[in-house]
């Protein structure tokens, strides 16, 4: 994907990775704790920081996005002691490249509202649940865009990282949403910026919910956060949808 290619460098510095690498830890920890998977599907993975610190307990880590310059960095993120097999795929297309089968498949990072037709959200659907061991759980998170959509708040983030700023902010087209990034780098009171965009498909946790029952998954239970608070859709930001075969 061109935008995350173009935005791969400054990705961590932009989601201030060093300062919730703690806060990650401790989630997968938790994670583990809950599922105990032997063998997990991050899709898409990023820069790998989920991934990395799922392998860190002994876990059979697969790790794949569509973006080759994250997963470079993801490779340069990885520490010796783990060991992580990184794919280069599109999420629809993950089955023909590498047919496998995982106790657990996390998709996380609000990653579904990537994929913008039905073709290629039931495709990827689909290939979640073929590739899920039996027992085995599904954790989508996704943002809670009927929320977001009514609140129409176009500014998302306005962060900083030394000199560079990043601004993530909305445009609310037709069906669409516009998801745009201004990176502003600062020399004394000079400043040079550049402007990426990507679309999301504002999708409803009822139609991912269903999609999911139609593959054939009928245990599904729905969350706040990955501190499995209950979901409220008035209220909100984040939704995880647990599938679990």
Known sequence: M????????????????????????????????????QTLLDIPCGTGYFAISWASHNIEVTGVDCSEKMLQIARKNTQKSVKIDWICAKMEHFVPVAACHFDMICCLGNSIPHLLD??????????????????????????????????????????????????RFYDFLHSQISFNLLKIDWDGQKSTHNLTSTILNPLHHKDLTTRLQTAGITNIKLYSDLNFNSFDPDTSQSVIIQAQK
Do not use: C, W
Not at 4 to 33: C, F, G, H, P, W
Not at 139 to 159: C, D, E, Y
């Open 118 to 167: 039905d073709i290629s959200l039931d495709a990827t659907i689909n290939n979640f649940v073929q590739m899920l061991n039996k027992n085995g759980t599904i954790l989508i998170h996704m943002l809670n865009f009927p929320l977001i959509l009514s609140q129409k708040n176009r500014i998302v983030a306005i962060t900083r990282n030394q000199n560079t700023e990043f601004i």
């Open 2 to 37: 061109d935008f995350y290619n173009s935005i791969a460098d400054s990705y961590d510095a932009m989601t201030n990775l060093a300062s919730r690498q703690e806060q990650i830890t401790a989630n997968v920890a938790k994670l583990n704790d809950r599922y105990h998977p």
